[in-house]
């Protein structure tokens, strides 16, 4: 059963000119260190529409959570090779919310980053 659902689209030049104001840092402000080095080791050219990828995967997460971007760690949601899961403390609370598996996707053309998370509650559970 399908307990939320969220979309989100992020330009590209929006993390252009985040890093060409403050470099890294938001980079490491809004992803783990493994995520984070994963992009940074990758293609600099397509940087910028990875970035805004990501960060529409966590507002997109946040929707589908119902919560926006309050009340959980943005480091704790993780993203490579099209799986989408979550790590410490936003793991235990998806455990406690019933959710049971994480859909996520990301695309990118003309400059813009789309998301798109589903969050899917376990069938067996009857709350």
Not at 62 to 81: H, I, M, P, Q, T
């Amino acid at each position: 059963m399908i307990q939320g659902l969220g979309t989100d689209i992020c330009p590209a030049a929006r993390w252009v000119h985040l890093m060409d104001r403050f470099g890294e840092k938001p980079i490491h402000r809004i992803l783990a260190p493994e995520e984070a080095e994963y992009l940074l080791n990758g293609n600099r050219q397509r940087l910028p529409e990875r970035l805004a990828g990501r960060w529409a995967l966590r507002e997109a997460f946040g929707k589908a959570l119902g919560v926006g971007l309050d009340g959980w760690s943005w480091k704790e949601l993780r993203f490579r090779n099209g799986r989408l899961w979550t790590e410490g403390l936003l793991a235990e609370k998806m455990q406690r919310k019933g959710i049971a598996r994480l859909h996520g996707s990301i695309s990118h053309d003309s400059g813009m980053a789309f998301a798109v998370v589903i969050l899917e509650g376990d069938p067996t559970r009857h709350d």
